[in-house]
């Protein structure tokens, strides 16, 4: 979800993050792996978190993600972005549905 004037995200929602980090985490639109796929309105699948230099290490163990814009009318209005703790967890297919 946006916040503020639009240039960061805010965590709505989330399963396995401390609630202090979700609750005080801003990611800015661009930046890292959720804030690019925010930026382009495209699916972002990183396969090895370890070797992207836009991952950002908010939660110890994460090897792969996915981040799914949420767009809304040509708009992105939030991200879905689910993470795996194994190296190229997610599919080419998980990432078109």
């Known amino acids: 979800m946006f916040e503020g004037d639009g240039s960061y995200l805010k965590f709505r929602f989330s399963i396995g993050y401390p609630r202090e980090l ?3 985490l801003r990611i800015p639109v661009g930046q890292g792996i959720t804030g690019a796929a925010a930026a382009t309105g495209h699916s972002v699948r990183v396969a090895d ?3 992207d230099s836009r991952y950002i290490n908010a939660i ?3 090897r792969s993600e996915l981040a799914v814009p949420l767009m809304l009318r ?5 991200v879905l972005d689910i993470q795996s703790r194994h190296p190229d967890y997610f ?7």
């Open 74 to 78: 040509n708009r992105c209005v939030g």
């Open 49 to 51: 978190t370890l070797t």
């Open 22 to 24: 979700a609750e005080n």
């Open 60 to 62: 110890e163990n994460v």
């Open 91 to 97: 599919t080419g297919e998980q990432q078109k549905i």
